[in-house]
């Protein structure tokens, strides 16, 4: 046996013997105070479910007092808040003039091309065994067991497939000398 109990509920009904509201009254405008709005706060994209409180009293005062500094002011503030903040170098912005899009493309290559000759010499190379005289084969491996911890089977095929890399993180001085020696027994060796 189910009891049901009955509640009534008017949420949400109308009852046809009351007469219609007005417009008037279903259309009051509410005057928002924009200072309790985020500062990005946009109706168009305005999203209720992320919550995000509006800026503070304290907010708007620091935004009326830094939008009244003079340039000198601004650039004391700028260098105080970059020691406090750690950091060393000011943050670069890039700012366009209307009408120079041209010109960008042009400027822009330019640093680039610096910065290729800028490039720092290579203090570490590889040594490549390109080629070998087939009668000097054992003379090579020989070598190249001396320059490496290689054992003879490893050598012995590090040779048989030629070109391969035999030594790695050489200085150009040391590389010179390995490469002196491997001429000298029939070896064609580049330094990379």
């Known amino acids: 046996m189910v009891t049901l109990n009955c509640v009534s ?11 219609a509201r007005k417009e008037e009254e279903a259309e009051e405008e509410v005057e ?13 994209t305005f999203d209720p479910t992320q919550h995000r409180s509006p800026p503070t009293g304290r907010v708007f005062r620091l935004v009326d007092e830094i939008a009244g500094l003079t340039l000198v002011e601004v650039a004391e503030l700028s260098s105080i808040l970059m020691k406090k903040l750690g950091m060393k170098d000011p943050p670069v912005v890039g700012v366009m003039k209307p009408g120079a899009a041209g010109l960008a493309g042009a400027t822009m290559k330019a640093p680039t091309a610096a910065k290729e000759e800028k490039k720092p010499e290579k203090t570490v190379f590889e040594l490549k065994l390109e080629s070998y005289e087939a009668a000097s084969k054992i003379k090579i491996i020989k070598e190249i067991r001396s320059f490496t911890d290689l054992g003879l089977k490893e050598a012995k095929d ?34 990379e």
Do not use: C, W
Request: without cysteine; positive net charge; charged residues 30%.
């Open 9 to 19: 509920v008017n949420v949400g009904i109308r009852h046809f013997t009351q007469p």
């Open 32 to 44: 928002i105070d924009q200072t309790r709005l985020p500062a990005d706060y946009d109706p168009a």
């Open 158 to 191: 590090l040779v048989e497939k030629a070109p391969a890399v035999f030594k790695k993180g050489v200085s150009k001085e040391e590389g010179e000398q390995i490469i002196d020696k491997m001429k000298a027994v029939g070896a064609k060796v580049v330094m």
